[in-house]
């Protein structure tokens, strides 16, 4: 089946802690990104990559790195979380054509104590 | 930077009738997407409707994309209790890059 895969589904974590949210997907898609989806602020994108080894940021990349090692993979690593990273996580990817949709994960409920 | 905006915030009907809601955005575009998301869960692309194109059908789906205007609204005819959801339109700029924004979503609820 055709599908994103996202890890862990929920997490709690305290102040300082690293993380690392995976991504997967296995339509040998080209395009993934990363969002956030607050209350009333709709998604904002994170951080976004064209292939492998290319990255790029966001609208809010501000205290997340990502890597591209391969075309499957796109994990979301939070070097030192706060609470104000607690959000709801969607890892997507597309064929990248410009022309087909995002396919989304089903989402990281991430809380920072 | 918030691209797409979707009108009205939230939108209660009953099962049967028709549901209506706008996305308005702010440059040029490539396409504009809709996509629904079922409470808390990943979003599920919908329909894609190219600036070349005025109208599209996909099921009970009916968009329309008035680029003068730069609008659009997305139809679900003859709702069903399983409609209940948020929709969001996203839409692209004309850069290439493929990076698509999303607006905050119209909150749906069809009443059985």
């Known amino acids: 089946e055709a599908q994103v895969t996202q890890n862990p589904r929920y997490l709690i974590t305290v102040t300082g802690k690293k993380l690392t949210v995976t991504c997967s997907q296995n339509?040998?898609?080209?395009?993934m990104s990363w969002y956030r989806q607050d209350p009333g602020l709709g998604l904002r994108q994170i951080y976004y990559?064209?292939?492998?080894?290319?990255?790029d940021k966001g609208d809010v990349p501000e205290g997340y790195k990502v890597s591209r090692k391969e075309k499957r993979n796109f994990p979301l690593i939070l070097e030192s979380p706060s609470p104000n990273q607690t959000s709801l996580y969607f890892c997507?990817?597309?064929?990248?054509?410009?022309?087909?949709?995002?396919?989304f994960g089903s989402g990281t409920r991430l809380t920072v104590v | 930077s918030q691209q797409g905006e979707e009108d009205p915030q939230a939108l209660s009907i009953q099962e049967g009738e028709n549901a209506t809601m706008n996305c308005s955005y702010k440059?040029?575009?490539?396409?504009l997407q809709w996509y629904r998301q079922n409470s808390g869960r990943g979003l599920v692309h919908l329909i894609l409707?190219?600036?070349?194109?005025r109208e599209k059908h996909s099921g009970r789906l009916r968009v329309t994309l008035d680029t003068s205007k730069k609008s659009s609204s997305l139809l679900i005819t003859a709702s069903r209790a399983a409609d209940t959801a948020s929709y969001f339109c996203?839409?692209?700029?004309?850069?290439?890059?493929?990076?698509?924004?999303f607006g905050t979503g119209t909150r749906l609820k069809v009443l059985a």
């Open positions: 997507a990817s597309s064929l990248g054509t410009g022309s087909d949709g995002y396919t």
């Open positions: 440059t040029s575009i490539n396409n």
């Open positions: 339509m040998n898609h080209e395009y």
């Open positions: 409707i190219r600036s070349n194109e």
């Open positions: 996203a839409t692209d700029g004309t850069s290439g890059t493929y990076k698509y924004i």
């Open positions: 990559s064209m292939n492998v080894e290319v990255t």
